[in-house]
C-alpha cells in the first residue's frame, strides 16, 4: 500500500549539482529512518546516506563532504543535496525507508524504483 517515488536525477556534469527527492504515499502511521542507496552497473548496492526520524545523519566517505539528507517530517519527503559530482557518482539512486503500519503492529522496509543520476561531459 506503501510507495516511495524518487524525482530529481538526470544528466549532470563534473562539478555540477542535482537534488534528489523521495515522496512516501499511502496509509501509514509514521516513517522511521530513511535513505539512499547508490547501484552502478556491476557493482552492489550501497548506502550513500541515512537519516533518522530525528534527523541524525550518516555518510558513507565517498560522499561525506559533498552531499548532504535531509528530510521533512510533514511532507513525508526525504532529500538528497549532492554537489561537486563526479563520474564515479554516476549510478542508480534508490530511497528507501521503514515505515511504521497504520495499526503500529508493523515496521516494514520500502524501495523506490529508483532514478538515475548520471555525471559526464
Known amino acids: 500500500q506503501v510507495q516511495l517515488v524518487e524525482s530529481g536525477g538526470g544528466l549532470v556534469q563534473p562539478g555540477g549539482s542535482l537534488r534528489l527527492s523521495c515522496v512516501a504515499s499511502?496509509?501509514?502511521?509514521?516513517?522511521?529512518?530513511m535513505g539512499w542507496y547508490r547501484q552502478a552497473p556491476g557493482k552492489e548496492r550501497e548506502l550513500v546516506a541515512s537519516?533518522?526520524?530525528?534527523?541524525?545523519?550518516n555518510y558513507a566517505d565517498f560522499v561525506k563532504d559533498r552531499f548532504t539528507i535531509s528530510r521533512d517530517n510533514a511532507k513525508n519527503t526525504v532529500n538528497l543535496q549532492m554537489n561537486a559530482l563526479k563520474p564515479e557518482d554516476t549510478a542508480a539512486y534508490y530511497c528507501?525507508?521503514?515505515?511504521?503500519?497504520?495499526?503500529?503492529?508493523?515496521?516494514?522496509?520500502?524501495w523506490g524504483q529508483g532514478t538515475q543520476v548520471t555525471v559526464s561531459s
Open positions: 499511502g496509509k501509514f502511521f509514521s516513517i522511521n529512518a
Open positions: 537519516i533518522s526520524r530525528g534527523s541524525s545523519t
Open positions: 528507501n525507508a521503514y515505515i511504521i503500519s497504520e495499526d503500529r503492529n508493523s515496521e516494514l522496509r520500502y
